[in-house]
């Protein structure tokens, strides 16, 4: 009797604690979790479009800084650029973009969702690029394991090579035969041929950027992608388009949510406006007032707004002639490069972001203060990732630097051409049309465009030397990258141009940033890494110089 009572117990024990554990599990199993079950392949390749502008946005405005396209702050590159500062880059690079896209290949591939996966990889691609050139070696093969806490890096060059690699795949992915469903594509609205010419234009990066370690293969490959003659073309062009929307989310280009809402905001770069407005004298550039909006016409005579216009420049600038304080007298009101001063009460006054690339206001000499989100173009700004006319300053490069195919000269100004078109192309597709149109007729923007290709082709033939050449090509191409400091801070590290950068404030402020330091969320949590000794480590297609050949 007790040996019934006992197994009949055991085995009423043995089926509730089943049906507890199968019960426990669904209770412990979140139902708004993302699992392979319930996960949907186009709302993830919709987070991870929308994750890659960000990670590209964080990336783009410290190279802008850094080269000058807009003030840096601090007085020394090591205070500006600290471990903690690229937390967020990197945490969106791991934990939201790559590992999105391991979860998505999977579903992707079951589903035979062919465009999905070409969208993917080529973000991926890019985001491996991004981050060796960047921080030079970075996690790859033991990254994204959740078994492995302590990735191990592999070599820049290596990941470099799998993003070029995923480039082939993602071709194959977007010209296959068949494919289900339609991906929401936030860039090219379903368009393969351009996803495609988008593909061959990163493989111009990747060769141009290599050039200096494998200068066969980098020539090969340009005129091999010059004979297929299918890279970016008019039109084709690489943006992320924002909205207009105020909150819930901010769906804003973030440089005119962070100005136009109170004012303030971003300092512009004393030394890039003066190459715009002042530099070629008697020639009259046709983007500053899309790039720039002025809030004062003239300088301001207080030296509580504005300090610098009691100070002397200090001595290095003297010595070198370096533009100091203000670029001319018609209230282009920014800072010089890396100045630590605190912010007087020129929120109002200071200049602001224009209609390009952020929709602001085009400057038509108003003169307002821009403390109204209902100005401009009200935010919905692009970020110009890869355009057109960025092909031609590459190929420009390419021509001078390896002897690739094509006209350096003829490459550069239908660069410049391009830009310059694409500037107002753009501009007049916003709120601010009818502004632009009024103020900047197309017959003197044309005329005013054409004066300034032709002064760049008369520099262009009068450099001296291959350098000079080189030169002349690097400014114009920086000019051009208004708005994309990721291209910049590659171009200044690659070739060492533009030359004559406005210098530091400070006399020493430590070597220039050739690679960020490693982030604290990388350092802290993973046992195996090891930082960098200074910013002064180079990725490995920089093999140029120590600073200060760069500075």
Not at 461 to 490: H, I, T
Request: contains cysteine.
């Amino acid at each position: 009797m007790k040996k019934f009572l006992y197994g009949l117990t055991v085995a009423t024990s043995l089926v509730f604690a089943t049906s507890c554990g199968d019960k426990l599990e669904e209770l412990l199993e979140n139902p708004n979790a993302v699992n392979a079950q319930t996960a949907s392949p186009d709302f993830l390749l919709n987070r991870i479009q929308l994750d890659y502008q960000s990670h590209w946005f964080g990336l783009a405005d410290r190279g802008a800084r850094l080269t000058r396209q807009i003030n840096q702050g601090s007085a020394l590159y090591e205070a500006a650029y600290t471990a903690p500062n690229t937390n967020g880059v990197w945490t969106n690079a791991y934990a939201n973009i790559l590992a999105d896209i391991d979860f998505l290949m999977p579903l992707a591939t079951a589903a035979n969702l062919q465009r999905h996966m070409g969208i993917a990889k080529t973000v991926k691609a890019m985001v491996l690029m991004d981050l060796v050139d960047s921080f030079g070696d970075v996690p790859l093969t033991e990254a994204l394991n959740p078994a492995n806490f302590n990735p191990k890096t592999d070599t820049g060059a290596s990941v470099y090579q799998a993003a070029f690699a995923l480039l082939n795949e993602a071709a194959g992915h977007f010209t296959a035969a068949t494919s289900v469903g339609t991906p929401n594509d936030y860039f090219y609205n379903r368009n393969y041929t351009k996803w495609v010419r988008l593909v061959n234009t990163l493989k111009l990066k990747f060769f141009i950027n290599t050039k200096l370690v494998a200068a066969a293969a980098s020539t090969a490959g340009i005129n091999a992608l010059i004979a297929e003659d299918n890279m970016l073309k008019v039109g084709d062009d690489f943006v992320f388009q924002f909205g207009t929307t105020a909150a819930d989310p901010d769906s804003r280009h973030p440089k005119f949510a962070g100005q136009y809402t109170q004012g303030g905001g971003d300092y512009q770069s004393t030394s890039y406006m003066w190459r715009l407005t002042e530099e070629k004298v008697g020639i009259e550039d046709p983007r500053p007032r899309y790039y720039f909006y002025r809030q004062v016409l003239a300088n301001t005579t207080n030296p509580d707004e504005q300090e610098c216009i009691t100070q002397l420049a200090p001595p290095h600038y003297l010595v070198g002639n370096f533009i100091y304080c203000n670029p001319g007298t018609r209230g282009y009101w920014g800072r010089d490069h890396l100045d630590p001063d605190g912010i007087p009460p020129d929120g109002l006054k200071r200049t602001a972001y224009g209609v390009y690339p952020s929709a602001g206001r085009f400057d038509n000499n108003s003169a307002a203060p821009v403390n109204n989100n209902l100005l401009g173009g009200r935010g919905a700004g692009i970020h110009p990732i890869m355009l057109a006319a960025f092909v031609d300053f590459m190929l420009a490069e390419a021509a001078l630097t390896l002897g690739t195919t094509g006209n350096a000269k003829t490459l550069l100004l239908s660069g410049i051409t391009k830009q310059i078109n694409y500037v107002r192309t753009w501009s007049l597709t916003t709120a601010e049309a009818s502004v632009i149109t009024a103020f900047d007729p197309a017959e003197q923007y044309n005329r005013r465009r054409d004066n300034y290709v032709t002064f760049v082709g008369n520099q262009f033939d009068a450099a001296a030397n291959a350098s000079e050449r080189l030169n002349v090509v690097a400014v114009e191409y920086w000019l051009a990258l208004f708005g994309n400091g990721k291209e910049a801070f590659d171009l200044y590290r690659r070739t060492g141009k533009p030359e004559r950068m406005q210098p530091a404030l400070e006399g020493n402020p430590g070597p220039f940033i050739r690679t960020y330091l490693y982030p604290n969320v990388y350092m802290v949590t993973n046992t195996n890494a090891v930082q960098k000794k200074d910013l002064a480590a180079k990725t490995f297609w920089d093999t140029n110089p120590d600073s200060p050949w760069i500075y």
